[in-house]
């Protein structure tokens, strides 16, 4: 007995079987649809290939790279797929297949993973971030995804960090504290007319590079903001932290390393965050969509 799992992002849709001890039995992965038609077709022509291969699939469960009302089986926000905004993917889904479907935020899924078969496993409550081209994350309170009033708990991207009075305008977590905007402040000040990645700016510091060492410190910085702003608002037992700068071996002392300025200054803040980095990294979504098809249909 196996499951379909999709993880649809902006540019690929990944896939996997998995086996009811939640183990991946294959992946693979296709450039993304262009269309909600081309969704369908596509997740039909995956389905039919994976009975033939590994015989009975017992559901699908599906990463969206957007708001999700996963009670209603819907995708409420535009996200990276335009296509799907207000749509009932599950419904549809479940039409052509004849199979039991659930869908849900690609950031939610990613803390489910951690929650049921990762770093947060030992913990009630967490808190997930994920740093990348924007800021993602998502609130687990006893294995169960916290989405507010909503549906909008856990989107700290959208907190706000900066303020600038000249021109008076505000920066939020996304726009000021992303990996993404520590790559753009570098080629402002740089003049670079080709596009840089994280790692093109870590390996410039690494060489000594003054405007992206001073820009990787403030990138760090204001992570150690947002993971404060965090723990005083949520107040969750952990925090966990991904995407793909998070496999560096200094990410989470350099983190500490600004932390520990913010509680030098701050005498009545008594609670220091518990930071650590997720254990899932390309696989979190599959996953966590797994966790979530089998605990909501029970299968």
């Not at 998995?18 to 909600?36: H, M, V, W």
């Not at 900066?162 to 000021?176: K, L, N, P």
């Not at 790559?183 to 790692?199: E, F, I, N, P």
């Amino acid at each position: 007995m196996f499951y379909l799992i999709f993880d649809f992002g902006g540019t690929s849709t990944k896939y996997g079987v998995l086996n009811q001890q939640g183990e991946i039995c294959f992946k693979s992965e296709d450039p993304a649809a262009r269309s909600l038609e081309g969704m369908l077709d596509h997740i039909e022509t995956v389905y039919e290939k994976t009975t033939l291969a590994h015989g009975n699939v017992r559901g699908v469960g599906m990463s969206i790279p957007a708001v999700t009302d996963a009670d209603a089986g819907r995708v409420t926000s535009e996200g990276a797929l335009k296509y799907v905004k207000n749509i009932n993917l599950r419904q549809l889904v479940e039409e052509r297949l004849r199979r039991p479907v659930e869908i849900e935020n690609d950031g939610n899924c990613a803390a489910l993973a951690e929650a049921y078969a990762g770093a947060g496993v030992s913990y009630s409550s967490l808190a997930v971030v994920v740093c990348g081209t924007g800021i993602g994350g998502a609130l687990i309170e006893n294995r169960a995804i916290k989405k507010g009033a909503n549906l909008h708990g856990g989107e700290f991207g959208y907190g706000i960090m900066v303020y600038d009075a000249q021109a008076s305008r505000i920066g939020t977590w996304s726009e000021q504290g992303s990996v993404a905007a520590l790559v753009s402040r570098v080629m402002a000040q740089k003049g670079d007319a080709h596009a840089l990645s994280g790692r093109d700016i870590f390996d410039r510091a690494d060489l000594g590079d003054a405007v992206s060492i001073k820009e990787i410190e403030r990138f760090y910085m204001l992570l150690a903001m947002g993971i404060h702003n965090i723990q005083y608002s949520i107040d969750p037992e952990i925090i966990l932290l991904g995407g793909g700068i998070s496999r560096r071996s200094d990410f989470v002392k350099s983190i500490e390393a600004k932390l520990d300025i913010i509680y030098e200054q701050l005498d009545n803040a008594t609670v220091r965050p518990h930071i650590d980095t997720c254990a899932h990294f390309n696989d979190a979504n599959l996953l966590g969509a797994y966790y979530n098809l089998i605990h909501r249909r029970k299968i």
